[in-house]
């Protein structure tokens, strides 16, 4: 079986808080193609600069082939999943995979 790497997926990243600013950094780095939401669009305008493209809402990830998801809580979790504009909101449209690294307590 071949092979094969992240930057032949198209990413979506949620959460460019400390931590994952730092891990969405890392796959721009390996040559990631990588779409980026965050509350706060100032925080993920650096990884912009680096490459990604910033989106308006995490339901514009739903296209793309792993969404990964870095939050503070069950509640931000659950509202960008399944939230009106979350990454599971779009009909017909969601992600293959998604990877979740929020820090949840339920």
Known sequence: MAKQGLNTHKIGWVGAGRMGYA????LLDSG???AVWN???????????????????????AGRDIVFTVLATSKDFIAVATGAK?????????????????????
Do not use: N
């Open 23 to 26: 891990m969405a950094h890392r």
């Open 32 to 34: 990631c193609d990588l």
């Open 39 to 61: 509350r706060t669009r100032e925080k993920a305008e650096p990884l912009a600069k680096e490459g990604a493209a910033i989106v308006d809402a995490p339901v514009d990830l």
């Open 86 to 106: 979350g990454v599971l909101s779009a009909q017909g449209k969601a992600p293959r995979i998604r990877v979740d690294c929020t820090s949840v307590s339920e």
